[in-house]
């Protein structure tokens, strides 16, 4: 006889299980305005807060450094000190908060700010008594940042030492804290396979977790806690059925790996907890409102299955490929996720998948796949060398490269993109400027008002003997999480913490993937037709056309300039390529010194309105202004007019998904520039 209750209207209740964390990606402008954002989130129903930190925070810059131009507050909150972070986080409280920060190189020390003002937040408290109710996680994965994001800020085993030394810091005195997500989010974005998703995030697990043990800063009845509090943070595309069938793999391969190669045996310890933003590289520029139902069906691939459900689900906003969400994107992504959970009985069922001959299939395929990939990286030396070497880079470029050739081939279909095109005029983007956020233009400024203040108020000595601690520290073996504590205390910069590192661990420049990259595997009668137009043309030219890309500023996401890069290669042009994070001085130098045709600059990150006029006067000065320079990123049509109104020859956004056309495009753009017909 059913014991499971019946309603009124005779339908069986069942009871439902707990719906994962909501979160929202959010942080913008200034901290008072990030503030507000996440206190009015919070009050539409959202159960957790996702903070985005600028490019400057990321890669450990203060606002007034030459570096920083162009680049604070436009993709994230900047937080160059403690101050910036009381303002962030006033009136929320953060010991009963569950916080996701979306940071890796300066991980140690935004967690060290954060718990610092939870602290000042409960004076009543011991700082070990207000530590052991922080609640939340750092991203903190920086092997990832040399094969897609960029924002690393030393090299991989200095990188990964930081890393180690905070995973045991949070174990011994943050229990609840999640002081890593194994990012395999961008190992899709960069162009990963399913197998290659599975297998390098694993990888990464496995160097990072050898790495800890091997400090021996954690005892041996304490690391399964190690284990237990390692999460990863996943991507979901619209193939939904693959992508639940990834996460079911996942959960397979990490209870084997951490059952086999680490010996735990407490279930719970074993379990694989993620959190999931989901695909914000398949939506498109053209149709937006296509967009929806894909961020729909991307959320159905991580909550279908119970066994492999979400932890907590953040999704990305409709309008994301044109330009920074407002709150009423953000909301209407939060609502997605709350018709989901509440409205539909997804939460009342077990895994409606088990059984399924398909989905075991699927599953049994990706394990072993994944398998064999694994066992590549690790006879190489594991993720570490794979990373020195190139293999892994070269090996997402190669992907994403075959990825980009059956979108343009057809092979792939996008709808609105490469087929059915014809459209109706969207009210949603009647007014383009109107549809996205601007940053506040003002943001820059003061950020740099408040560094001055912060400066001027401080103990100057005592934060000099704090970054001194911290750089002798950096030369030993000792846990640099204290150091870091005690400069947060005092007062330092973000800027200044990353110096003092600088200065023991020097600087690094990751491998770009380009060199050995497969690009396209046939030549079509275009790209034919492509070739036959740069090698005519550099024959007039008296030699063979050069092609300088440039990634200026502190974006890292070079997934779109590695393709140019690649296919203009393909397309018979000599290209120079030096990979990320350069200044319009450093790019320009490189335009002159190489006698380039054509710059090509990649920005992702809306810096596009100070940093390309900034190579346009740095051409100028230097007598080359004749030296056509186009431009590629996520820009609005408002800005790319102004662009061209200042010089630039032609303007590319996410909507110009054809490489092969973009090829010819810049053909054409040299021969204008050289006055031939």
Known sequence: MSTTPASADGQVNHPKDRPWVMRTYAGHSTAEASNALYRTNLAKGQT???????????????????????????????????????????????????????????????????????????????????????????????????????????????????????????????????????????????????????????????AVLDTVKAAGQVSDEDFEKVVGRISFFVNAGVRFIEETCKMRAFVELWDEITRERYGVTDEKMRRFRYGVQVNSLGLTEAQPENNVQRIVLEMLGVTLSKSARARAVQLPAWNEALGLPRPWDQQWSLRLQQVLAFESDLLEYDDIFDGSHVIEAKVAELVAGAKAEIDR????????????????????????????????????????????????????????????????????????????????????????????????????????MTATLAAARAGATTGEWAAALRGVFGEF?????????????????????????????????????????????LDGHSNGAEQVAVRARDAGFEVIYQGIRLTPEQIVAAAVAEDVHCVGLSILSGSH????????????????????????????????????????????TPKDFGLTEIMGGIVDVIRTANDLA
């Open 509 to 553: 420049r990751a491998p770009t993937g380009v060199g050995g990259a497969v690009g396209v595997a046939e030549a079509g009668a275009e790209l034919t037709a492509v070739r036959e137009r740069v090698k005519a043309t550099g024959e007039e030219l008296g030699g063979r056309l050069r092609l300088l890309v440039g990634k200026p500023g």
């Open 377 to 480: 990286v690790q006879a190489m030396g594991g993720a570490i060398a794979a990373v020195d070497s190139g293999y892994m880079k070269q090996e997402l470029v190669s992907s994403h490269a075959a990825r980009r050739a059956r979108i343009e081939g057809g092979e792939e279909v996008i709808v609105g993109v490469n087929r059915f095109e014809t459209t109706e005029q969207s009210p949603l983007t009647a007014d383009l400027d109107g549809a996205i956020m601007v940053a506040d233009p003002e943001a820059e400024k003061a950020a740099l008002a408040s560094v001055e203040a912060w400066k001027a108020q401080r103990d100057q000595a005592e934060v000099d003997a704090a970054l001194a601690r911290l750089a002798d520290d950096a030369k030993t073996g000792a846990n640099l």
């Open 48 to 206: 957790g807060l996702s903070v985005a930190f600028d490019l400057p925070t990321q890669t450990g810059y203060d606002p007034d450094s030459p570096l920083a131009r162009g680049e604070v507050g436009k993709v994230g909150v900047p937080v160059p000190h403690l101050g910036e972070m009381r303002k962030l986080f006033d009136q929320i409280p953060l010991t009963g908060m569950n916080t996701s920060m979306t940071i890796n190189a300066t991980a140690m020390w935004l967690l060290a700010m954060y718990q610092v003002v939870a602290e000042e937040q409960n004076p009543e408290l011991s700082p070990e008594e207000v530590a052991a109710q922080l609640a939340g996680t750092t991203q903190n994965d920086i092997i990832k940042e040399y094969l897609s994001r960029g924002t690393y800020v030393f090299g991989p085993e200095q990188s990964l030492r930081l890393t180690a030394d905070m995973i045991a810091y949070t174990v011994n005195n943050i229990p609840k804290w999640n002081p890593i997500n194994i990012c395999s989010y961008h190992l899709q974005e960069a162009g990963a396979t399913p197998t290659q998703e599975l297998a390098y995030a694993l990888c990464t697990a496995m």
């Open 609 to 652: 309105m100070e940093l390309v006029p900034a190579v346009l006067d740095g051409l100028r000065a230097q007598g080359v202004a004749d030296i056509p320079v186009i431009v590629g990123g996520i820009i609005p049509e408002s800005d790319a007019k102004r662009l061209v109104e200042l010089g630039v020859a032609a303007v590319y």
